[in-house]
Nanobody, 125 residues
Framework: VQLQASGGGLVQAGGSLRLSCVVS????????MGWFRQAPGKEREFAAA????????VYADSVKGRFTISRDKSKTTVYLQMNSLEPDDTAVYYC???????????????????WGQGTLVTVSS
């Protein structure tokens, strides 16, 4: 299974970015996908997740109302639309996938088996 994340960059506070993550080589029938982020000197933290079938979503409180996760089944791609970006959103963003897990586990780092390489988002003040 391979994940390729893209879309990061430098943006001013209040701006927007859309991250993409293309998944290939996945053979399991049902899966979940998540976005995590890691700021310099901090641990990796959960941002958002989506169930591939059904589209149920879950968000961290820190991004709720500003970020939107979605997926395009035909392209096996998951997106993270990030609006009203803040300097605290600066981080490397990672996409991840796993065979379907319990809803309560979607926000847990250890629930995910496969990870992309990360894409850097820098928000200037």
């Amino acid at each position: 299974v391979q994940l390729q994340a893209s879309g990061g960059g430098l943006v001013q506070a209040g701006g927007s970015l859309r991250l993409s993550c293309v998944v290939s080589g996945r053979s399991f029938r049902d899966w979940d996908m998540g976005w995590f982020r890691q700021a310099p000197g901090k641990e990796r933290e959960f941002a958002a997740a989506i169930r591939w079938s059904g589209g149920t979503t879950v968000y961290a409180d820190s991004v709720k109302g500003r970020f939107t996760i979605s997926r395009d089944k035909s392209k096996t791609t998951v997106y993270l639309q990030m609006n009203s970006l803040e300097p605290d959103d600066t981080a490397v963003y990672y996409c991840a996938t796993t065979p379907r897990v319990a809803y309560s586990a979607l926000a847990t780092f250890s629930s995910y088996d496969y990870w992309g390489q990360g894409t850097l988002v820098t928000v200037s003040s």
